[in-house]
């Protein structure tokens, strides 16, 4: 069995003519004090992972060092170019199934694809609407899945920042 962990980017910073390279845009200083507490959640609750894949993006590869940097054993980040906003479900599949060897997979995505994602593994006909630093987990059998996964839990970002307490 595979657990795998989607997230999506925590809160960043406003489109604009402040940041015209969408792809350079970071967390503001809001999301990175939420998501080093929800991170904190996820530590207490006692979820741990194998590996972190993110986007390339600088609010992606921001949320999963935050993540990654709540655990004392850190767990290596790998960037992922089909987590980016344009990636196809199949280039998501190769990119998990490379790391198939691994029982708990983070992903780090954009919306919708990360929504659609977790739809699409969890055999739902409907598109999930994560939140920014929103978490679920979804257990496959295999990678890539033969089968619909089971989702496990689907928890908002408040919820992580209160189970942090």
Not at 56 to 77: F, K, N
Not at 136 to 151: E, K, M, N, Q, V
Request: proline share 7%; aromatic share 6%.
């Amino acid at each position: 069995m595979v657990e795998i962990y989607l997230i999506r980017h925590a809160i960043a910073e406003e489109r604009g003519e402040k940041w015209p390279d969408d792809t350079k845009r970071p967390l503001s200083a809001d999301g990175i004090a939420r998501m080093r507490k929800a991170a904190k959640g996820l530590v207490r609750l006692d979820v741990r992972f194998d590996v972190v894949l993110t986007s390339p993006l600088v609010r992606t590869r921001q949320t999963a060092d935050i993540v990654a940097s709540a655990y004392e054993h850190r767990p290596p980040i790998v960037l992922a170019e089909s987590l980016a906003p344009e990636g196809e479900y199949a280039d998501v599949l190769a990119d998990l199934q490379k790391h198939a060897k691994r029982s708990r997979i983070a992903a780090v995505g954009h919306e919708p694809n990360i929504g659609e994602l977790a739809a699409r593994l969890a055999g739902s006909r409907h598109r999930f609407a994560f939140r920014k630093g929103a978490v679920c987990r979804i257990d496959l059998a295999s990678l890539p899945p033969s089968r619909p996964g089971t989702l496990r839990w689907f928890l908002p970002p408040g919820v992580l920042r209160a189970i942090r307490k």
